[in-house]
């Protein structure tokens, strides 16, 4: 199935070019985002700040890969698509930030943009050019244990983060079915299809909510938020 997939993909064709030029672009600038967002929160967790300074450094590694991805193929990254892409969840991270929220912090970068980005690279990589897919495969295996890290701190303030958690998730959901509306075209031409992209993100955020303490009526109601936002 995934060779049938594959196969039926032009990597060389100027409409995949075009269509990875604004993916590609939007992995290189999660991946800055990332960056920046755990250095910022190395700053409001200081005794945690040895270790969000090391998942720091694994981002901007990750960013490096995807622009390789990129140049292996002659593709010039879409990166102002990718700013205005990100602008939403960027603009709630840094106002959070302001106001010392660490736990909305948390949920924006632990979960919600690694859940995307595990589903995004889950769907991606039996699609994938043989050499992003190895690039790929490297990273997600990294991206599981970013997300452990918010799972693990969340989960052991639990009860004092339960209300700005529910607070920040019914602010930041709906942001995701936006993103992945706006390209669902692009990810088609790629051969990743939105149904499969939103099912996989719902599971890895259902798990990361259920690990950090919620109940399952709490996960179904918490996950509603993105659904009425789609």
């Known amino acids: 199935m995934q060779i049938a997939a594959n196969a039926a993909i032009d990597f060389q064709s100027e409409t995949y070019k075009d269509a990875y030029s604004r993916i590609n672009a939007i992995v290189i600038e999660g991946e800055q985002e990332a960056h920046e967002?755990?250095?910022q929160l190395g700053e409001m967790i200081p005794e945690e700040k040895e270790e969000l300074i090391r998942l720091s450094k694994m981002e901007n590694r990750h960013k490096k890969g995807f622009e390789a991805c990129g140049r292996n193929l002659s593709v010039t990254p879409d990166m102002d698509f990718a700013r205005e892409f990100f602008s939403g969840l960027h603009k709630n991270f840094q106002d959070a930030a302001a106001q010392g929220?660490?736990?909305?912090c948390l949920l924006i970068q632990s979960l919600i943009i690694e859940c995307f980005a595990i589903a995004a690279y889950n769907i991606y990589i039996p699609v994938a050019d043989d050499f992003a897919r190895k690039i790929?495969?490297?990273?997600?295996?990294?991206?599981?244990?970013?997300?452990n890290y918010g799972e693990v701190w969340l989960k052991n303030h639990f009860?004092?983060?339960?209300?700005e958690l529910e607070?920040?998730?019914?602010?930041n959901l709906p942001l995701v079915?936006?993103?992945?509306?706006?390209?669902?075209?692009d990810a088609s031409v790629l051969g990743m299809e939105k149904e499969s992209l939103v099912e996989d993100f719902m599971i890895q955020y259902g798990e990361a909510?259920?690990?950090i303490g919620f109940t399952t009526r709490d996960i179904m109601r918490l996950s509603a938020?993105?659904?009425?936002?789609?």
């Not at 607070?167 to 602010?171: K, L, T």
């Open 37 to 39: 967002n755990y250095i």
């Open 101 to 104: 929220q660490i736990v909305t």
């Open 136 to 147: 790929t495969e490297g990273v997600v295996k990294d991206e599981y244990s970013h997300l």
């Open 159 to 163: 009860e004092e983060s339960k209300a």
């Open 167 to 171: 607070q920040a998730n019914r602010q």
């Open 177 to 185: 079915w936006k993103m992945l509306n706006s390209v669902e075209d």
């Open 209 to 211: 909510l259920s690990n």
């Open 225 to 230: 938020y993105g659904l009425t936002g789609a």
